[in-house]
């Protein structure tokens, strides 16, 4: 995406600028060199935005004197100079991109930058602060449904933008490969054991939550290795800027090779993952004393390749059902949780042990609230953080007594798997925050944030999360919807495009949690990205307003005249077109079926022609959003690949996970995309062939059997994710 940016010119010259600050150095020395050292790091992330203007920012970072105290910034112009004071690096990173954001100067989202400097900084004051010490961010699962193929310059951009919207709590799971290969061989695991417990690279995530081994391997050594360093400087750059990254910690789950090893201790075979027809995974028990041993020794050896570090995730329960007896459950589970804390504890003094909230709301039929504090009562509060992220679907921390005592998170998925429908809630996000900031039943509330499972989508659902923290919901959303249109896509933006984006809050924008992607147990975020099913009769609407859409998106068209093809605002306008148009796919679908049932041949053949050129329409017209294409999903797992048996391996994980998933279950289209490629390529040829065999059956009078021609797609998907062909752009 090309970035709109003013080249500025500096009227400065050299022989006023030097004298210039060889009086500040003789005035004062110490408070300028100090300055310079601990805001290196944000003036570094400001300067990779906008360059040499950089300079024209004075950042000063103002130490807490309570380290219980949240961060705040002050932001002041004068003589076209920008002063920002902050409590830390982060704060300064957010103060100064919302003042740009503010003043409509710049806008940072994954899809592009716009920058358009002024000549001379506007007047300015603004004094914030935020109730949240830590602003969280990333989901465990991110690192499979979008970094899987991310280098150096990918996750620099990434951090930039965390720091730029304020996160110090982000999750940091690359590079522990190495580590689980270093514990197991040290427990005596060979090579080839090795390759047969893990899974292959977009899978990781949920091997490292227990819940898979082995699926789509063998894991190659030049991909752990990559991954190391990789994580080296990520790290190195987050604790730079004053964050907190989490890193992984040992929950309990051994590889099989190593229950075979030690048939004394007590190691449970747990039940296939979600439906069946994966590895079993293998968890130790708590009470076993080679618990601590590997989770202290993972912990010695991670400090050992990555550094010292005080935040570390550990979940033993991540969509599984603890293996605890029914007659001492409490116990049991109290032990677990005293044990887990215990060996973070032991292996790193005063670290805090981070836990996903999830489980609690997936599984409330077991989490009760005395199965709940059973499981925490043994961890000090101030040594412990729940985060309860699911707050678009589940009300965890209110049912949950805003776990008793401990630290916690308030925060969204937003987005699952990836999938990328159009849609968020912003006023839901403003009126929860402000429900729980007066809630004197909120606990001991430490954070904020979003911890989505993919990202490059929705960019404004983020942009207002992470600015809420700050506001605390008191700007009205039109306000803000008016700054950031400003900043998005310049400060003439007309009144005819504000009133469009007021009708995509009321019509998409309006939505906490989009049921679609996962109707009838079927996932896939449009009922045309589902695999193909009679059943889709039966759908009942998608969220949402369409009229009002429809109404937004004509509004957008009209003013498109105004904006450069490749602006931030075409790439908004293909966004809106693709959602609509892909629901009026689904619309046709349905009847499309129910035509086809009814015996009405020429009126669903006319469908079918209908339902074919809009999805080959929406394919073409993708073509403006770069991130939303196959081939550039696929590319990068290829190049990530050193040799050509390491870049098949990577192709047909990164096409697997996108479609096929695996298993017996249902995870098959949960990480669906609205991608080009996708419509074209995927999408429509199996709702071709189901559609062609119903009409068959029709016309030659024969039984229609749904479970055959599933069978016959799936085998199709099969054969398509074991292909080493690129997406065929058109």
């Known amino acids: 995406m090309k970035r709109e940016c003013l080249k500025v010119k500096n009227y400065s010259s050299l022989k006023f600028v030097i004298p210039f600050f060889v009086i500040l150095f003789f005035l004062e020395p110490d408070v300028y060199s100090q300055n310079d050292k601990t805001t290196k790091s944000s003036k570094a992330v400001i300067k990779r935005l906008i360059g040499k203007r950089a300079d024209e920012f004075e950042l000063t970072i103002v130490e807490n004197k309570n380290p219980d105290q949240s961060d705040w910034f002050e932001v002041t112009t004068k003589d076209n100079r920008v002063k920002i004071q902050g409590t830390s690096n982060t704060a300064i990173c957010y103060a100064a991109y919302n003042f740009l954001k503010y003043i409509g100067a710049v806008l940072v989202s994954w899809e592009g930058n716009r920058i358009d400097l002024p000549k001379s900084w506007p007047k300015y004051s603004k004094k914030e602060s935020t109730p949240f010490k830590y602003r969280e961010y990333l989901n465990a699962c991110t690192f499979g449904y979008t970094t899987p193929w991310w280098d150096w310059k990918r996750w620099e951009q990434e951090i930039d933008w965390m720091a730029f919207h304020g996160i110090n709590l982000p999750t940091a799971m690359e590079g522990q490969e190495a580590v689980w290969q270093e514990l197991w061989k040290e427990y005596g695991l060979t090579d080839s054991q090795l390759a047969a417990h893990f899974t292959g690279p977009a899978f990781l995530p949920w091997q490292r939550m227990g819940n898979i081994n082995s699926l789509e391997g063998p894991l190659p050594q030049e991909w752990i290795s990559k991954k190391g360093k990789l994580q080296k400087q990520i790290l190195q ?55 601590k041993e590997l989770g202290k020794r993972f912990i010695e050896i991670y400090t050992k390749l990555y550094g010292h570090s005080d935040f570390y995730l550990a979940d033993s329960f991540n969509e599984i059902t603890p293996p605890v007896s029914e007659e001492h459950k409490y116990e049991e589970l109290s032990d677990y949780g005293k044990t887990i804390f215990e060996t973070i504890n032991e292996a790193s003094p005063g670290a805090v042990w981070v836990m996903q909230g999830w489980l609690f709301g997936d599984n409330k039929e077991f989490w009760t609230k005395e199965a709940t504090s059973a499981f925490l009562s043994k961890v000090p509060n101030e040594r412990m953080i729940i985060q309860d992220y699911a707050n678009d679907r589940y009300k965890v921390w209110e049912n949950q007594e805003a ?328």
């Open 237 to 291: 750059r987050m604790k730079a800027l004053g964050m907190h990254p989490v890193v992984p910690a040992f929950s309990g789950y051994v590889p099989k090779a190593f229950a075979e090893k030690h048939p004394e201790s007590k190691i449970s075979e747990l039940k296939s993952w979600s439906g069946g027809g994966f590895e079993s995974t293998y968890l130790l028990d708590s009470k076993d004393p080679l618990f």
């Open 403 to 730: 776990f008793y005592g401990k630290q916690w998170t308030y925060g969204y998925v937003h987005n699952y798997g990836g999938s990328n429908p159009v849609y968020g809630d912003l006023n839901f996000y403003k009126n929860e925050l402000t429900s729980l900031l007066k809630n004197p039943n909120k606990g001991n509330v430490v954070g904020y944030g979003v911890m989505p499972e993919g990202l490059n989508n929705n960019s404004i659902v983020y942009e207002y999360i992470y600015d809420l923290p700050w506001t605390q919901g008191k700007e009205p959303v039109n306000d803000w919807l008016q700054h950031y249109l400003n900043a998005r896509y310049g400060k003439n933006t007309s009144n005819s495009v504000f009133q469009a984006w007021k009708l995509l809050v009321e019509s998409v924008y309006s939505t906490k949690y989009w049921e679609t992607r996962w109707w009838n147990d079927r996932a896939g975020a449009y009922l045309f990205f589902k695999r193909p099913t009679l059943k889709i009769t039966e759908f009942k609407g998608n969220p949402g307003d369409k009229e009002k859409l429809k109404e937004a998106l004509d509004i957008l068209q009209k003013e498109s005249k105004n904006f450069d093809k490749n602006s931030l605002y075409n790439y908004d306008l293909l966004d809106v077109s693709r959602h609509y148009y892909s629901l009026c796919i689904d619309d046709l679908l349905m009847e499309c079926v129910k035509t086809y049932e009814q015996k009405d041949l020429p009126k669903a053949d006319a469908l079918f022609k209908e339902i074919e050129k809009q999805s080959l329409d929406i394919d073409s017209m993708l073509s403006g959003q770069p991130l939303n294409n196959l081939n550039y999903w696929l590319q990068s797992a290829w190049d990530y690949g050193s040799n050509a048996k390491e870049s098949k391996l990577y192709l047909k994980n990164a096409k697997t996970l996108i479609t096929l998933w695996g298993g017996e279950g249902h995870l098959n289209d949960y990480a669906s995309r609205s991608w080009r490629g996708m419509y074209a390529e995927f999408y429509w040829p199996r709702w071709k062939m189901f559609l062609e065999a119903l009409r068959d059956s029709e016309i030659n009078k024969t039984p229609f059997v749904e479970s055959d021609v599933r069978a016959s797609i799936k085998n199709w998907e099969i054969k398509w994710c074991e292909s080493a062909a690129m997406y065929n752009e058109h």
